[in-house]
Every structure is written in structure tokens, then in C-alpha cells.
């Protein structure tokens, strides 16, 4: 059995059902056309139909790979390696990847998720405003808002872990300092979390 697991078949082992779990066997032995299909399936599940929405392909594969030294539940976030892990029980986490912020704008430090919203509205703070004064004031929720589909806000910080409508950027440092992830990835993670959720990150 392979060790690495795709999005979707580690999606489906940890859903916990028994469904879910034939599902994610099933899965292992399927060509990857097949299994491609599926994670598709599986994403617009959780998408909930955003007009004009349509599935990413993020250039980083989501995994469950070893972590230990964590607590089960929180999420750990390497900006120099450019991933959010989200800490499963015995040792293990699932890693994704994600952007950070540029030069000049990386930051570390512990928070916790105060707020989760999905199809979040935009309104760029003034530090962001002051450097970009052509930014609209607000932004609706949707797929051109550059939250994305999902966010979750870092205590009281400017920061949040969020969608994207530039998959292409992740990988990359190129963020004012929140954390983007693609959209599939992002609803993905939002809905393992809760509001009071540990996030450790670290440079």
C-alpha cells in the first residue's frame, strides 16, 4: 500500500464512515484518470456552489505524512517550507500546501482561530491600503474575492488562513502575511477545525 496518500483517498479514510472508508480502499486500486475524477467529485461536495465556481488544481498535492510533537486537532504552519500540516492523532498530519507572505512581511508566533467564515467579504485594512491605494474599499464574497472561498481569522492579528482565486501562487511568498491555500484545500482544512483551534507558526 502506497504510504502517501492522495487528497481525496486521505479525505476519505478520515472521514470515519464506513462509506467513506470503502471509498478510500476502492480508491488505491483505481487508474489515476479515476482517482483524478474523484477528487473532483469529492471537492464539490464542500464547494457549495459558488456561481462561476470551479475546481483548482493546487502545483502542491495535499498528503498525510508523520508529524509528532503536536497536539491532535491543532495546525502547524512551516513558512520556510511553505505548508500547513493539520495534526491527526498517532503521529501523523496532513500536509498542504500553501503561500506566504513576502519578503519583509513573514512573521511567527502562536494564535488561535477566532472566526471562520465562508465566502468571506474583503475589506483591505489600511496598512494595505496606505501601500495599494487603488484596492476597492470591500469586496464581496465570490470567486474573484481574493479570500477565496473559506477563511479563518487569527486571533487579533490582520492575519488569515484563506482561499485564493491564484492557485498558481501557491508555493510562493508573495502575501501581505496571511497564509493562502487553494480553494480546495481550504475548504478541505475549514471543515476539520473549530473556532479555538491552536495555530503554531513558524518561520
Not at 476519505?12 to 480502499?25: E, I, M, R, Y
Not at 493539520?86 to 500546501?97: F, K, S, T
Not at 503561500?99 to 494564535?111: E, K, L, Q
Not at 486571533?155 to 488562513?161: A, C, D, F, V
Request: proline fraction near 7%; include cysteine.
Amino acid at each position: 500500500m502506497r504510504r502517501v496518500l492522495t487528497a481525496a483517498a486521505a479525505a476519505a479514510l478520515l472521514a470515519g464512515s464506513a462509506n467513506s472508508a470503502h471509498a478510500f480502499f476502492h480508491l488505491l486500486f483505481q487508474s489515476q484518470p479515476q482517482q483524478q475524477q474523484y477528487n473532483q467529485q469529492y471537492y464539490q461536495q464542500y464547494y457549495q456552489g459558488a456561481p462561476g465556481s470551479r475546481v483548482q488544481i493546487s502545483p502542491i498535492p495535499r498528503e498525510v505524512v508523520a508529524l509528532s510533537g503536536y497536539t491532535p486537532g491543532s495546525i502547524v504552519i512551516s513558512t520556510s517550507e511553505r505548508r500547513l500540516y493539520y495534526v491527526l492523532p498517532g503521529g501523523q498530519a496532513i500536509r498542504y500546501g500553501i503561500g506566504v507572505g513576502r519578503p519583509g512581511f513573514a512573521w511567527s508566533g502562536t494564535h488561535s482561530i477566532t472566526q471562520k467564515r465562508a465566502w468571506p467579504d474583503w475589506r483591505p485594512p489600511a496598512e494595505m491600503l496606505h501601500r495599494r491605494p487603488d484596492l476597492p474599499r470591500y469586496m464581496a464574497g465570490g470567486v474573484e474575492n481574493p479570500l477565496g472561498a473559506r477563511a479563518m481569522y487569527l486571533g487579533s492579528s490582520l492575519y488569515r488562513i484563506h482561499g485564493s482565486n491564484e492557485p498558481e501562487t501557491i508555493g510562493q511568498a508573495v502575501s501581505s502575511g496571511c497564509i493562502r491555500m487553494t480553494n480546495e484545500d481550504v475548504v478541505d482544512l475549514y471543515s476539520r477545525v473549530r473556532v479555538g483551534t491552536k495555530v503554531v507558526v513558524l518561520r
